[in-house]
């Protein structure tokens, strides 16, 4: 989709669809709905006046209304988005209506859809235009897209462009949507890796599509397999991968800011944070030996949402170009029960040289992280990140709303959820104090790779990854309950989210020197 920002007037702009938000101002809870513009554009005002005032719209989040050769305007049609009561009013709901106007034009064969920047200044809510715009951009981008590429029936209704426009010239506005837009599209290609099948993107198909992407952006990138597994002494990450006929990828991309003229970039001082983003990799978790049960197994093809999410971060970052050292590990492998499959019960010395004993072939993820965030300290990072589709029970946890937050250093959680309030994701503190240390103890080695019962699983997880960042400030964010959308809403499209990829670009950004 070619997204362009306008400054001009909404009213003479020539479009198939131009789409403006509206608010519903009624003040009780029992009031009849008062649906209102966010636009003080007297055109605007008299060509949506009698939709507005039948009470047929209400505005509600998520409602549309469509008007054919509006009066008064140069658009075609004239399509009205509801954004939820007027108090209620959040950048989440910008985004939410945004991506309902992108997905009410496609499937109504319009193909070039503008959009009215909304007019919130005569509202109580004071939104950023920098935040807004980003908002706006990104909604629009993350709707357009549906994961249908394997339907034989596909019609492509994808829109070819999108206007975004606002009335007068503004500096923060356009950052604001040169930002969304990059991030956007850098969580589209996540959304896009996590959609492929199992057989579709092996391990060595995940690094090759990085190192695409690595040299489109200007990114180095390296993908090690087997042997250097085994060469780096990996033994947790090698005992998921050798049971599979499908060959481990251990994907290393960097990021180094360079003092290049008129860019945003300088050369780091010598003390400079390093930052590791982590990535589970997972293409398909059958379980192992500790199978899982038939029901929904086909979902575990998203089991490397966490590996494409820093993909997709990276691409960000390579375009933003903060001023910041940034190293991505890809821990990438198939778990698959098989004659050379590991075992319960085997024990298996990690990259660290901690002992790790194997109680479930299923809690997979901790062990190809574990190698993962040891040798991202080794390449140098100062801090870590990690994001995994790591455990059950933090969707039991969470549910589907937020996904899972845990950290050993309050600075690095700080600013990660600092982050949010940009990103606009939502993740939900849990603890990883170091009394959970005692329910991945071992009898047989240091410790072992699941907790003593079934209870807490999410931070039994995350005490095992802490071992492995060690003193090294790091967050880890567990991703089970949010990197796929099972229900599919009036903004957004079934299928894989490209969740974290938003908050870890602005996470790595709030480091930028
Ligand atoms: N990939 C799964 C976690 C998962 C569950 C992701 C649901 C997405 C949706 C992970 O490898 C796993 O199987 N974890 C086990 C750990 C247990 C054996 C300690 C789990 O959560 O049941
Ligand atoms: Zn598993
Ligand atoms: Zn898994």
């Known amino acids: ?39 003080s554009q007297a055109n605007l005002q008299t060509a949506a006046q009698a939709l507005l ?48 106007a992108v997905r009410a034009a496609k499937p109504r064969s319009v193909r070039n859809l503008a959009i009215g920047f909304p007019e919130t200044s005569a509202l109580q809510t004071d939104l ?6 980003r908002f706006l951009v990104e909604g629009a981008e993350i709707a357009n897209v549906d994961y249908d590429t394997y339907r034989s029936d596909r019609k492509d209704t994808s829109l070819d462009s999108l206007t975004l426009i606002a009335p007068q010239s503004d500096a923060a506005l356009q950052r604001g949507f040169n930002e969304g837009l990059i991030v956007a599209q850098a969580q589209n290609f996540t959304r896009s890796l996590v959609n492929e099948p199992g057989n579709v993107l092996t391990p060595t198909v995940l690094g090759e599509r990085a190192k695409a ?11 090690h397999s087997s042997e250097k597994l085994q060469e780096l002494q990996m033994n947790a990450f090698w005992s998921v991968a050798k049971g599979s006929a499908e060959p481990p990828a251990l994907i290393v991309m960097t990021y180094e800011p360079s003092a290049a003229a008129g860019s945003e970039e300088t050369a780091p001082a010598p003390n400079a ?35 494409a999410a820093m993909i997709g971060a990276m691409h960000a970052i390579a375009r933003l170009k903060p001023a910041v050292k940034v190293i991505a590990v890809i821990c990438s492998a198939e778990n698959m029960p098989d004659g050379r499959a590991f075992k319960p019960g085997d024990v298996v010395t990690a990259m660290s040289g901690t002992t790790i004993e194997i ?22 990072c100062t801090h870590l990140i990690d994001a995994a589709t790591l455990t059950g029970a933090c969707v039991v946890a969470l549910g589907t709303l937020n996904a899972g937050l845990f950290s050993n250093d309050e600075a690095a959680c700080a600013k990660f959820e600092s982050a949010l309030a940009t990103s606009g994701e939502k993740f939900w503190r849990l603890p990883c104090t170091d009394d959970y240390r005692d329910q991945i103890k071992s009898e047989i080695a240091d410790i072992m790779n699941t907790g003593k019962n079934r209870y807490g699983g999410a931070s039994n997880a995350a005490i095992f990854l802490k071992e ?40 790595v950004r709030s480091y930028s020197s």
């Open 1 to 39: 989709m070619d997204t362009k920002l306008l400054f001009e007037d909404a009213i003479t702009f020539e479009t198939p669809m131009l789409a403006v938000f509206a608010v519903d101002i009624s003040a009780g809870k029992d009031d009849e709905p008062r649906p209102a513009l966010l636009s």
């Open 359 to 380: 109680v479930n072939t299923d809690a997979e993820g901790r062990l190809v992280l574990a190698d993962g965030l040891h040798y991202a300290k080794t390449l140098g």
């Open 213 to 223: 992407m690595c040299d489109e952006a200007g990114l180095k990138c390296e993908v």
């Open 128 to 133: 950023s235009p920098l935040l807004t715009a």
């Open 468 to 507: 492995f960042a060690g003193d090294t400030p790091w967050v880890h964010l567990d991703i089970a309950g949010t990197a796929w959308n099972e229900e599919k809403k009036p903004w957004l499209a079934y299928g894989p989210s490209g969740i974290a990829v938003r908050s870890i670009v602005e996470w």
């Open 53 to 100: 005032q039948s009470g047929e719209f209400k505005a509600a989040l998520g409602e549309v209304a469509l008007l054919h050769a509006p009066a008064g305007l140069q658009a075609e049609r004239l399509l009205l988005v509801g954004l939820g009561k007027a108090k209620d009013l959040s950048l989440d709901r910008i985004r939410k209506g945004s991506g309902t």
């Open 273 to 307: 944070p390093v930052l590791g983003l982590v990535g589970k990799g997972i293409t398909f978790d059958t379980g192992g030996i500790s199978i899982k049960s038939a029901d929904g197994m086909e979902k575990m093809k998203y089991d490397m949402a966490g590996a």
